[in-house]
């Protein structure tokens, strides 16, 4: 009998891309935080010991981008010569211009209900009830994997380490009763020096087989460790780095479906990142109420309107409601003006923090205490069931 199996990857915030990502949410940090009407959308490359900054940005705000730039660098771990990115001399080219006024011109509006979309597209959320976070469980597994050995690293267990790690695991779900792991994969970054075989032994023992128990799960696992044999050169040093190119990472794992816009770097009007979040809420609620085992909800918007142009729903045979009632609960119970979703979700205040979701995923996080994670629309949503 041929296996049912599914698979998903992570990254730890020492891969390029996440180093990029996390530059661009804390410059965005930086900018909410001194001018709540501050727009954003900056893009972030790294190559070696260079790191260029792009996109536009119109705010009040007052960004020291050299600051931001190496304290992030210093927070991951990029703080010696030999990982070729240093955060002591890297090389800081700043290409930032401010944002266009044709696009500004359809998102401000006199009420905040009536703020239009900062762009068109269409944007996905999605939830199952396969995992406590309502999260798909490959992607929760790669996740945690990373998150817990990069901790390990930054509290000096995991001797030897370097910031740069990726993941992988498969989920075998050929016996809906008995869900096993079928293979979990790690590919961790290492000083030159480093006793391997230990090194191997406490991937293993110490970070696959505990987060794996975690989850209640089986530990007899098939598995990989750095398969290629060697892994020092790392980081922008061994890789580019650019924001955004890690979505099925940021998102789902590849269970849902990406209307192919990134999260980092933009500010709330940009409905790619708080559309995003709010099709998300909307998912997790209506699974959380009982309404479906499984669902994706799409949303479509168009630059400078308020209104989504289309919102739809599958839920892939698990519902236990029509599709009709189901789009009268979304309907009647949320909100998906991208003004109010900046509203309800407090996306513009300063005490939020982008840089913290910017890597691990910016859905069902343990973690943190996310407003679009929030169940506060289940008792709704099943009042409006028994009418």
């Given at each position: 009998m041929e296996k049912i199996l599914f698979t998903s990857e992570s990254v730890a915030e020492g891969h390029p891309d996440k180093v990029c990502d996390k530059i661009a949410d804390s410059i965005l940090d930086c900018a909410i935080k001194q001018d709540s009407e501050s727009r954003v959308a900056c893009e972030v490359f790294a190559t070696k010991n260079t790191i260029v900054i792009g996109g536009e940005i119109t705010s009040k705000a007052t960004i020291d981008f050299e600051k931001i730039v190496k304290d992030v660098l210093k927070d991951i771990g990029y703080d010696r010569q030999e990982l070729g990115t240093d955060y002591h001399n890297v090389n800081i080219i700043n290409l930032v211009n401010k944002q266009s006024l044709d696009i500004s011109m359809g998102i401000k509006k006199d009420k905040l209900e009536n703020q239009g979309a900062g762009d068109q597209g269409i944007m996905f959320g999605y939830a199952s009830n396969e995992s406590e976070g309502y999260m798909p469980l490959a992607i929760s597994i790669s996740h945690k994997l990373v998150r817990v050995a990069t901790n390990l690293r930054k509290l000096g267990y995991f001797k030897g380490a370097r910031p740069d790690m990726k993941s992988q695991v498969t989920i075998d779900y050929t016996d809906k009763n008995n869900i096993r792991v079928d293979t979990v994969l790690m590919s961790c970054s290492h000083d030159?020096?480093?006793?391997?075989?230990?090194?191997?032994?406490?991937?293993?023992?110490?970070?696959?087989?505990?987060?794996?128990?975690?989850?209640?799960?089986?530990?007899?696992?098939?598995?990989?460790?750095?398969?290629?044999?060697?892994?020092?050169?790392?980081?922008?040093?061994?890789?580019?780095?650019?924001?955004?190119?890690?979505?099925?990472?940021?998102?789902?794992?590849?269970?849902?479906?990406?209307?192919?816009?990134?999260?980092?770097?933009?500010?709330?009007?940009?409905?790619?990142?708080?559309?995003?979040?709010?099709?998300?809420?909307?998912?997790?609620?209506?699974?959380?109420?009982?309404?479906?085992?499984?669902?994706?909800?799409?949303?479509?918007?168009?630059?400078?309107?308020?209104?989504?142009?289309?919102?739809?729903?599958?839920?892939?045979?698990?519902?236990?409601?029509s599709d009709e009632k189901i789009l009268e609960i979304i309907r009647k119970v949320f909100d998906a003006r991208p003004g109010m979703i900046i509203k309800n979700f407090r996306l513009t205040n300063p005490s939020f923090k982008y840089s913290s979701i910017s890597n691990y995923g910016h859905f069902g996080r343990p973690d943190l205490d996310l407003p679009w994670e929030k169940l506060d629309k289940v008792e709704e949503i099943k009042k409006i069931l028994k009418q």
């Amino acid at each position: 009998m041929e296996k049912i199996l599914f698979t998903s990857e992570s990254v730890a915030e020492g891969h390029p891309d996440k180093v990029c990502d996390k530059i661009a949410d804390s410059i965005l940090d930086c900018a909410i935080k001194q001018d709540s009407e501050s727009r954003v959308a900056c893009e972030v490359f790294a190559t070696k010991n260079t790191i260029v900054i792009g996109g536009e940005i119109t705010s009040k705000a007052t960004i020291d981008f050299e600051k931001i730039v190496k304290d992030v660098l210093k927070d991951i771990g990029y703080d010696r010569q030999e990982l070729g990115t240093d955060y002591h001399n890297v090389n800081i080219i700043n290409l930032v211009n401010k944002q266009s006024l044709d696009i500004s011109m359809g998102i401000k509006k006199d009420k905040l209900e009536n703020q239009g979309a900062g762009d068109q597209g269409i944007m996905f959320g999605y939830a199952s009830n396969e995992s406590e976070g309502y999260m798909p469980l490959a992607i929760s597994i790669s996740h945690k994997l990373v998150r817990v050995a990069t901790n390990l690293r930054k509290l000096g267990y995991f001797k030897g380490a370097r910031p740069d790690m990726k993941s992988q695991v498969t989920i075998d779900y050929t016996d809906k009763n008995n869900i096993r792991v079928d293979t979990v994969l790690m590919s961790c970054s290492h000083d030159e020096d480093v006793d391997l075989e230990k090194f191997k032994q406490y991937i293993h023992d110490e970070i696959m087989v505990k987060v794996v128990k975690s989850f209640n799960l089986n530990t007899d696992f098939k598995y990989y460790i750095n398969p290629t044999g060697k892994f020092v050169t790392c980081g922008p040093n061994g890789d580019t780095g650019l924001t955004g190119r890690k979505i099925i990472v940021d998102t789902y794992g590849g269970s849902a479906n990406h209307g192919g816009g990134s999260f980092s770097g933009k500010d709330p009007t940009k409905v790619d990142r708080s559309g995003a979040y709010m099709a998300r809420y909307i998912a997790k609620n209506l699974v959380a109420a009982g309404v479906c085992d499984r669902i994706q909800v799409q949303i479509a918007y168009g630059i400078g309107i308020a209104e989504p142009l289309s919102i739809g729903i599958s839920t892939y045979h698990t519902s236990h409601y029509s599709d009709e009632k189901i789009l009268e609960i979304i309907r009647k119970v949320f909100d998906a003006r991208p003004g109010m979703i900046i509203k309800n979700f407090r996306l513009t205040n300063p005490s939020f923090k982008y840089s913290s979701i910017s890597n691990y995923g910016h859905f069902g996080r343990p973690d943190l205490d996310l407003p679009w994670e929030k169940l506060d629309k289940v008792e709704e949503i099943k009042k409006i069931l028994k009418q």
